[in-house]
């Protein structure tokens, strides 16, 4: 990523200078850079190249698996469709990630820094690159600006119709982490954000222990347990994943 960050740079020095470009085009054009940094790497007979990097920059086959619901990581997740249907929630996530941060669309020396960010799953894809498959989330973010903040209790709400950059929508599954909202008792248009630790297996008994946003809400008591028999649960004692493959969607990606 740097390397490419740097090589952007080098090629486009002046309208490298603002940041935002440079993460846009960044952005854009990385997928090329890499198959061919890859390809070159190749033919060099003596290059250390690993068999998975080299699937990677082969790129994902055309057809694409659709599913509405999807274990990793000892989490369950469905779709907000799939949520729709159910008495369950299973499709609110939230991700760490490094974001570019500007005080005005002016700001001459923008920062980056790592922020939270609170959404829900509108659809659950697996890219098949032959010799592994990568599970991707594509998400509804809340937009931080005006859709996230902390209450006086230190608790973490959102408004779920503050919908962020829809140009930035995909995750891996691997990087998300579950949550669930829970609307505001005070009324409004906010939902209170909890979190939940991967399903734990004791003797036979299932635990599952819901707490608020540990990042927001330091020195808080965790909430109570909640039992809901209508909880989908994944083990983590053996191998393999458990998906609920939805068999009516199947996607092509458009070759472009």
Known sequence: MCEHLSFVRTFHPMKAKNEKWLQAEHKRSFSSWFKRKIETELARPENTISQQIRWLAHEPKWEVLSYSGYGIGGYYYNTSDHDSRS??????????AESLHMSTAKD?????????????IED??????TQFKIPVFRCKWVDNKGGVKVDENGFTLVDLNKEGDPNDQFIFASQAKQVFYVND??????????TTKPKLYDRGDVCDNIEETPSFSRGLPESDDIDNEDVAYVR?????????EDTTSRKKRKRT
């Open 87 to 96: 008495t369950t929630q299973n499709s609110g996530v939230m991700v760490e």
């Open 185 to 194: 008792p005070n009324g409004g248009r906010w939902s209170i954000v909890l």
């Open 236 to 244: 983590e004692d053996c191998e393999g994943i458990y998906v609920e």
């Open 124 to 129: 659950i894809w697996e890219l098949n690159y």
């Open 108 to 120: 001459k020396n923008p920062i980056y820094a790592n922020m939270f960010y609170y959404g829900v």
